[in-house]
């Protein structure tokens, strides 16, 4: 079982920068590919961005490249999501997953809300 609990979400203007994190239970964190997936108001959720297990190769939506940056510490079973030059179709809830391959997500976290106003 794995336990994932995001923070660092919040309201941030058009342009500007936030960092989610993502906390996971257990002692098997570096055998799990991560990934951020968010839900707008009205949509259905989508990918955002993957990592590997040892963060060696790293996944983005195309919206999201060159803006975002995923990270992981592995000692202290976190990742990270980078977010950079925010605009307003970034708002959303932001949700941490874990799986086994990268594609498939056995574990979810609750979400953190990120709003971007213009």
Known sequence: QVQLVE??????????????SC???GRTF????????????G??????????WRGGSTRYADSVKGRFTISRDNAK????????????E???????AAGTDGGS?????QGTQVTVSS
């Open 7 to 20: 923070s660092g979400g919040g309201l941030v203007e058009a342009g500007g920068s936030l960092r989610l």
């Open 43 to 52: 949509k259905e959720r989508e990918f955002v961005s993957t990592i590997s």
């Open 90 to 96: 970034d708002t959303a809830v932001y949700y941490c």
């Open 30 to 41: 570096s055998s799990y590919f991560m990934g951020w997936f968010r839900q707008a108001p």
């Open 77 to 88: 079973n976190t990742v990270y999501l980078q977010m950079s030059s925010l605009k307003s």
């Open 105 to 109: 997500w056995g574990y979810w976290g």
């Open 23 to 25: 906390a996971a239970s």
